[in-house]
């Protein structure tokens, strides 16, 4: 498991799915809040677990302008 922190160039802000399955297990990454809203992100991550049965750990905690997706 990698437990290193990058940051991530979404696909497209409108295809933020295809960001996210850019993701490797267990890779954090840090979405800045200006590319794509924590509620879309949160919107997405929702469906993907749903459609997909994928998890995600999605937090804004101690971040003041990025979102932190594992």
């Known amino acids: 498991m990698n437990n290193q922190t ?3 160039n ?8 295809d960001t996210h ?5 267990g ?3 840090m979405i800045p809040t200006r590319m794509i809203k924590s509620s879309s ?7 993907l677990k749903k ?4 998890q995600f750990i999605v937090t804004e905690q101690g971040f003041v ?3 932190q997706v594992t």
Do not use: A
Not at 21 to 25: A, E, H, I, P, S
Not at 51 to 54: A, D, E, Q, R, Y
């Open 65 to 67: 302008d990025e979102i």
């Open 41 to 47: 992100v949160g919107v997405v991550v929702s469906c």
């Open 27 to 29: 890779e954090t990454v």
């Open 10 to 17: 979404p696909v497209t802000k409108i295809l933020i799915p």
């Open 51 to 54: 459609i997909k049965k994928l």
């Open 6 to 8: 990058n940051t991530i």
């Open 21 to 25: 399955f850019g993701l490797k297990v």
